[in-house]
Every structure is written in C-alpha cells, then in structure tokens.
C-alpha cells in the first residue's frame, strides 16, 4: 500500500538509515506512492516497466548465486572477530555504494533543460554530497591500512546496488522521469521505518555503518592520515580523519544526510536542507514537504516538475545498433568517465588533493557528451540515448 497525499511522510520518527533497508518487498517503496504517481505519463511508466522486466529476467541467476551479498556476509561475523580485516572490506563495499548512486543522479540532473530550476538545484546539491560520501569512506579505508578500488567496484547499469543490499531494487540510468525519482531515487534513499516487510530479512545498511563504528571502537585501530586526501567537494570540506571522534562524526554525516535524522525529515547534519530521500519526495510528489498538526506532508508550496529531455532507460547491455555518430559520443563519454574512476584511484595511492581535484574537473566534462546523447532520438520514438556509464579497462601490456 501506498502513501497518500493526506499520510504523514515519515512515522513515528525513529532513526534513520543512511541509504535503504536491506529489508524490502519487491515493488516501489511504500511511502512514495499516491495521486502524483498518475500524473507520470504513460509512456514514462511503460519505458520503466520495460527496463525493470529486462533486468530482472538478466539478474535472477546472479540473484541466486549471490545469496545475501557482502553486507549480510560482513554482518554475520561475530562482533568480537571483526577486527582492521573486517574494517577494511566493510569499507570497501561502502565505496562501491556510494559510488553506485552518482550516475543515476547525474543522469536525472543533466536531463532537467533549465539547469537554473529548482528541481536541478536540488538535485545538483545530492550529487555533491555523494561525492562528499564517497570521499569520507575513502579517507577510513586509507586510514586503517586500505586502499580504495574505486574502478573496480564501479557498477553496471541496469542491476543491483552492491553488496547484496536493497533486494528487490534495480538501479538503472534514465532522464527525470517520476517514475524514475520512485523506482530509483527514492528507493536508494528510502528509510527504514517507509518500507513494507521482506520476505527475506537481511541487514539494512544503517545497521551495517552501525556496525563499522562499533567495530571501530572496539579495535581502535592506529589510524594513518598519510593518503588521506583533503578537498572542497561542492559545499562540503573532507578532511583526514585523525580521531575515533572524527571517524564517528564522518559516518554520521553519510547517515544523516541521507534520510534525515531521528527527530524531523527537514534535520540534516550542519544545515536545514532536506535529507536525500525527503527532497526526491518533494520532487516527487510536487510540493515541499512541511510539519502538518498530523506530521510531516507533502502539502507545502509547488515545486513544479521541469522541462526534460527525455532520455530512455538504458537497456540492458546497453545502447545496441547505433549510428557512428552515437557510438561515437558513447565511447567519449566512457573514456572519460573512465578517466574520472581512474583519478580517483589515483588520489587515494598518494596522488593527493591536486588528482583528486583533476578528476573532479573532467567529471564535470561528461556533462556536455551527455546532454548532446540526451538530445539524439532513438529510432523508433522511444525517446534518447543517454550515457552508460561504463568503465573501460586499459589494455594489457
């Protein structure tokens, strides 16, 4: 069942999870649905309907191999064995999510045309503050002795979240669409208390940070401020690491700017932003969200859906049979993107701030391939290309 326009957002508060529970029924998350869902034209709902039927007929063996995936895995080692080993591969699986849910959001930014709007302001801040999380998660994995991978933990679209979390959910790559904004956006962001029951039970991904700090304090690990990277990312400054108190403030960050905090949805970390999942929710269902005698609702000003461009759901395996023109603008904006992951991983091997700014320039570059693929019809009327975001490996010498 869905929420209604007059039911509250959120209740009763308790404390919010940093991406979204593991524990979820297949379907759109609970706490999205409603009137606004039918003003999605028909053709959105079709092409996201297509998208998800081929990624689940693609996903289900890999599904069944996978089992619970690495959170669940890292989740069952008893709380008294999990020591820097443990630390370090927690670790790097939050690279590998946080990392996950940039290209959708940029996909969903560069599409919106007047990039002055609201919707593409609000939207440009969280993809700010995912790179702000991905930073942080990198600095700890270099503080305990690790090494970020970030290329290699970099995801294929259209499929699952890594490690093994929010079963049920398939991430793919589209121009804004309302569906999208349920189906993807809010469904990455959702907190715990919004979402039905599972069928199959495992960790939520609040748990799992959780755990990474209890394990933190109880190994206390020497923690390196060599490797650490210090840079302005959009509005935040990430800085090293050097104390358990800077460890702990930093995962509560990644926590709370994600779906709020335990005490209103308009809470953020340092600021009176609404969390992730809360302004996708405003996107969503087209007005802001306000503290009603009933709770917190949807019923405050308009916030108006943009103009878009309307970029198709990438398909699984991708765009297929294109012209030399599209396949041209596809393996740019690979290259590029790939030249991006690659100065990340740079940056965290000793590059420094100076590489990691590099990267952060030439991400900035994918937008203009992208926008050119987002305005190049598919044949047949299904709407544009978009960008794939694939990551191409350097060939061996």
């Known amino acids: 069942m869905g929420e209604e326009p007059g039911e509250p957002a959120v209740a009763p508060f308790k404390r919010r999870r940093f991406l979204a529970s593991a524990a979820v029924a297949a379907g759109a998350p609970t706490a999205v649905a409603g009137p606004a869902q039918a003003a999605a034209s028909q053709t959105d709902v079709a092409a996201a309907d297509v998208a998800a039927a081929e990624v689940a007929a693609a996903q289900a063996p890999a599904q069944a191999a996978a089992g619970l995936g690495s959170v669940a895995r890292l989740m069952a080692v008893p709380e008294d064995s999990r020591g820097v080993?443990?630390?370090?591969?927690?670790?790097?699986?939050?690279?590998?999510?946080e990392l996950a849910t940039i290209p959708p959001y940029l996909c969903g930014w560069w599409s919106v045309k007047d990039q002055r709007s609201e919707v593409a302001r609000m939207i440009r801040r969280i993809v700010g503050d995912e790179m702000y999380h991905l930073g942080i998660v990198c600095n700890l994995l270099v503080a305990v002795g690790g090494r970020p991978q970030i290329k290699a933990a970099a995801p294929v679209y259209p499929g699952p979240l890594p490690g093994g979390v929010r079963?049920?959910?398939?991430?793919?790559?589209?121009?804004?669409?309302?569906?999208?904004?349920?189906?993807?956006?809010m469904a990455i962001e959702a907190p715990e208390v919004s979402l039905a029951r599972s069928v199959q039970p495992s960790p939520t991904v609040g748990e799992f940070y959780e755990g990474m700090i209890g394990a933190f304090r109880a190994v206390r690990p020497n923690l390196a401020t060599r490797g650490q990277v210090t840079q302005h990312i959009d509005t935040d400054e990430l800085r090293p690491v050097r104390t358990l108190d800077d460890v702990e403030h930093a995962i509560e960050i990644i926590r709370e700017q994600g779906e709020g905090t335990e005490s209103s949805p308009t809470d953020s970390f340092s600021d009176d932003r609404p969390a992730h999942y809360y302004a996708f929710g405003e996107i969503y269902h087209g007005r802001e969200l306000r503290e009603t005698d009933?709770?917190?609702?949807y019923v405050g000003p308009p916030v108006p859906f943009p103009d878009v461009r309307p970029m198709a759901p990438v398909p699984v395996g991708g765009w297929r049979n294109t012209s030399a023109h599209v396949g041209g603008l596809l393996f740019r904006f690979d290259a590029m993107y790939s030249t991006v992951l690659d100065s990340l991983d740079a940056a965290w091997a000793g590059g420094g701030h100076r590489t990691l700014g590099a990267g952060i320039r030439t991400m900035r570059g994918l937008e203009k391939p992208a926008v050119e693929l987002m305005e190049t019809p598919v044949p047949g009327g299904r709407g544009t290309y978009g960008p794939q975001f694939r990551a191409l490996r350097r060939p061996r010498r």
């Open 167 to 185: 079963a049920g959910v398939t991430v793919y790559l589209s121009g804004l669409t309302r569906p999208f904004v349920r189906d993807v956006m």
């Open 294 to 297: 009933d709770g917190w609702r």
């Open 85 to 97: 080993a443990w630390l370090r591969s927690a670790l790097q699986v939050a690279v590998g999510l």
